[in-house]
């Protein structure tokens, strides 16, 4: 077979003008960018919706149900089609035109995919840990005079996020890797790189192995750090293997 | 607001979407499935195999595959397929393979690894001593799992098992990456340029792929408390 193998390719230039290693390591910074930012976001909606789901309110319910599945039932490369071909003609002329100007349309539309996408799922874990607690804790904070609101952030989310900690180290583990979605739509983070590096170089695998690897220490990273929460925060007494075993990327 | 819209397309395109993109994406998923559960299966029981390379190499395989996007794994499985398939028939040259069967190769190859995680929970939910009782009753491993362990461990997973298939006809969208495979996205999507026509085309592929997918697994939710009730 022929395949000429030559791992010096990492060091040699790429059309841009630095070695190839830096193109990867520029399509990196990209990745951690867009999987950091959307995963704040995806925090933030993720214990609102979440949140909601578990009130006593119906319609509330019901419109926190319906966020949770619209994010949660098309594919993530669609949503990243919608948010970049379709909302900037939806939204009012003059505002559609600015986000499609903007420098950075991309990665701005790629964190807002993913920090939607991802937040459904996190909204899903925060529903529930909270109803991993006994229904006693709700009943105390409204014994002990305290508001729902304040029974939430005083009771219920310090105990629920404390016992979803694996699941949300999983999806901030799946985040990243999703961000690699986002090259569909223009936006160079490490998967992109290594395909436009594969492309001026044709050092195919080479390419995808200098990807991989750095997959992999990222990956590693993150399970040595999830390891480490979930030591520090984990509650005595529950059982909290997450859903480390179920499917779902 | 959608004065300017022209939803016409999508009345002339639709036909031919369904019965061509749409049909590739159901028959990619259902193979792979298919597929997918049985490597998957297999590689179950090489992790909690007592044959220690054995449970390293599935151990590897699944922990590398799991880490890495499934886009960079379908870009892999797209320029390594013809050279290990060369490599298997002895040519010298990469050999020519088809689009559906470099997207089955990978979907099956990645989905595995998903797959063989739900199993591995799976068998590793029934009770050690019915594997012991199905030794002590002279059945050899392959008769004792075969009889005993696997079929109670897939239906405990049924539902999780279609969970993950949901996913993976989410999935099977991203082959949309490689350009030249005809799936639901790929197919809208051409249509979609060449009428200059995307948005009308992206939110009718949306709402397409929301109600399979809403459908679908509002049926595994009924479906698991059907089953929940019989156990």
């Known amino acids: 077979m022929h395949y000429n193998w030559n791992w010096g390719i990492f060091w040699e230039m790429s059309p841009d003008g630095i070695p190839y290693i830096d193109t990867l390591l520029a399509g990196l910074k990209w990745t951690l960018a867009t999987a950091a930012c959307a995963w704040i976001m995806a925090l933030i909606l993720g214990t609102i919706f979440g949140t909601l789901r578990t009130t006593t309110k119906p319609w509330v319910v019901r419109i926190a149900n319906g966020y949770v599945e619209l994010f949660r039932n098309i594919p993530l490369l669609v949503q990243m089609f919608l948010w970049y071909f379709v909302m900037p003609e939806l939204l009012p002329g003059a505002l559609g035109d600015w986000i499609k100007s903007l420098p950075d349309a991309s990665f701005v539309t790629a964190t807002l995919a993913l920090g939607f996408f991802t937040s459904s799922r996190v909204a899903v874990q925060v529903t529930t840990g909270i109803q991993a607690l006994p229904r006693g804790q709700r009943m105390a904070g409204a014994a002990l005079g305290l508001t729902p609101v304040q029974t939430y952030r005083y009771v219920l989310l310090p105990m629920a996020f404390r016992i979803i900690i694996p699941a949300l180290t999983n999806e901030f583990a799946a985040i990243i890797k999703n961000s690699s979605v986002a090259l569909t739509i223009g936006l160079v983070e490490l998967t992109a790189a290594t395909y436009s590096m594969r492309e001026f170089t044709f050092q195919t695998f080479e390419a995808l192995t200098g990807a991989t690897i750095i997959y992999l220490i990222i990956s590693v990273i993150a399970l040595f750090m999830a390891r480490l929460l979930e030591k520090v925060t984990a509650v005595p007494g529950y059982i909290t293997g997450g859903s480390t075993s179920a499917g779902g990327h | 607001?959608?004065?300017?819209?022209?939803?016409?397309?999508?009345?002339?395109?639709?036909?031919?979407?369904?019965?061509?993109?749409?049909?590739?994406?159901?028959?990619?998923?259902?193979?792979?499935?298919?597929?997918?559960?049985?490597?998957?299966?297999?590689?179950?029981?090489?992790?909690?195999?007592?044959?220690?390379?054995?449970?390293?190499?599935?151990?590897?395989?699944?922990?590398?595959?799991?880490?890495?996007?499934?886009?960079?794994?379908?870009?892999?499985?797209?320029?390594?397929?013809?050279?290990?398939?060369?490599?298997?028939?002895?040519?010298?040259?990469?050999?020519q393979v088809g689009a559906f069967q470099s997207a089955l190769i990978t979907f099956i190859l990645f989905e595995a690894a998903y797959y063989c995680e739900i199993m591995r929970s799976?068998?590793?939910?029934?009770?050690?001593?019915?594997?012991?009782?199905?030794?002590?009753?002279?059945?050899?491993?392959?008769?004792?799992?075969?009889?005993?362990?696997?079929?109670?461990?897939?239906?405990?997973?049924?539902?999780?098992?279609?969970?993950?298939?949901?996913?993976?006809?989410?999935?099977?969208?991203?082959?949309?990456?490689?350009?030249?495979?005809?799936?639901?996205?790929?197919?809208?999507?051409?249509?979609?340029?060449?009428?200059?026509?995307?948005?009308?085309?992206?939110?009718?592929?949306?709402?397409v792929y929301f109600v399979l997918s809403f459908g679908l697994s509002t049926l595994v939710k009924r479906f698991q408390k059907k089953i929940a009730i019989i156990r």
């Open chain 2, 1 to 95: 607001m959608f004065s300017n819209f022209d939803f016409d397309v999508i009345q002339r395109s639709w036909v031919y979407l369904f019965t061509t993109g749409l049909k590739f994406t159901l028959i990619l998923t259902f193979s792979a499935m298919l597929g997918g559960i049985i490597l998957g299966t297999l590689l179950a029981m090489m992790r909690l195999s007592s044959n220690k390379p054995l449970s390293f190499i599935a151990t590897t395989y699944v922990n590398l595959i799991r880490s890495i996007p499934l886009v960079l794994v379908i870009f892999w499985f797209y320029f390594l397929v013809p050279f290990i398939g060369a490599w298997i028939i002895g040519a010298s040259e990469p050999i």
């Open chain 2, 122 to 207: 799976g068998i590793q939910s029934i009770p050690r001593g019915q594997v012991f009782a199905g030794y002590a009753i002279g059945m050899n491993y392959w008769q004792m799992m075969g009889n005993v362990v696997l079929p109670q461990a897939f239906r405990n997973m049924t539902p999780i098992l279609l969970t993950q298939t949901i996913v993976l006809f989410q999935d099977v969208s991203l082959v949309y990456v490689l350009g030249s495979v005809p799936d639901f996205v790929t197919s809208a999507s051409k249509i979609a340029q060449r009428d200059g026509r995307l948005v009308e085309m992206y939110l009718f592929v949306a709402v």
